[in-house]
């Protein structure tokens, strides 16, 4: 039976991890997501969880911690932010390419510099590619059901891979929201006990972890891990399933919103898609065919589906929280503008570079993007496909 609750989004998450009762934390405090290690410590404190915390130097040395609880066999986690998922960077590549079903929770934050402590996707978008699945929450309940379903996705046998769970750093992660939570009992069972297949303290399989790959073998590793994430996309969808049937909450790849006619779109991650909602609710009551999507999984990344779910529109606006420094777009918008292109009739696409460093995003600018979408699809000129918008210009 659930319960109601008001939590923060680091609250939530640290609550699904006393749920979960992992064997190993890798803890070091970086803002916004002190508070999860902070929460989580006080339950070791209590005798809440058995989890062994390991409290070290450096968010290097706690996905270290992290890497070798999981060889051990261990269920482990951690929780960081911007220039600490940085800091991970190397660690990141070898506990997904050691297939380690590591669960870490990000507070997406501005990476620096200049210094910024406030949010937007530039840390989780940087590891984009390392070979983490990478699933996106808009709100608190989301991010506590999200984190809930980690494991069993990391875990899945023909998966095995290392899971980043995020949410808008301050926006999510400090504010409090109205919260349904499963009991202790519920999430023990949904996420079940760790049977590792592989680990260093069996004492029947001496094993090595992460010996040098010689250029015989190192490739194929790698498209092994490839297919891993291919097999994700199951993965993910299977425990979406057994969460709807425990709770009532469907989740998918993403969230479309009133697109069933919508002949404008918007393409967008995390919080920004609450403000995007109401935008879509006015124009909706206006009598205007307007619609979003709203990506929940970004790794592996939905091209199918989303291509599917936006082929019957005119125009669509891809909203990034992170500059790509390609010069032609941000990460959501290379990957969506790939999405499309295999479509007989394609939307006209643009980019829209938003909300950098913490920069507000009104229900007005969305508005006003959609009346940029319907002049494109009025005329059929896209004007620049690469633009920032809230950015103050010089005299």
Known sequence: MAHLDRLSGNEAVAVAMRQIDPDVMGAFPITPSTEIPQYFAQYVADGLVNTELVTVESEHSSMSVC???????????????????????????????????????????????????????????????????????????????????????????????????????FITSHAVENIELLEDAEVKSFVGTYEPKHYLLNPDEPLAVGPYDVTHYYMEHKRQQAEAMRNARAAILAQAERFEALTGRKYGFFEAYKMDDAELALVLMGSTAGTAKAAVDMLRAEGRKVGLVKIRVFRPFPMEELAEALKNCRAVAVMDKSEGFSACGGPLFAETRSALYDLETRPKAINIVYGLGGRDVAVDDVRALYDRLADIAATGETGPVYSHIGVREEA
């Open 67 to 169: 890497m070798g609880a999981a060889a051990a066999g261990g269920r482990a986690i951690s929780a960081t932010s911007s220039a600490g998922l940085a800091l991970m960077y190397e660690t990141l590549y070898v506990a997904a390419s050691c297939r380690m079903p590591i669960v870490l929770a990000v507070s997406t934050r501005a990476l620096s510099g200049p210094i910024n402590i406030n949010n937007d996707h530039s840390d989780a978008m940087g590891a984009r590619d390392s070979g983490w699945i990478q699933i996106y929450a808009e709100n608190n309940q989301e991010v506590y059901d999200n984190y809930v379903q980690a494991f069993p996705i990391a875990e899945t046998e023909n998966v095995r891979l290392p899971v980043m769970i995020c949410q808008d750093g």
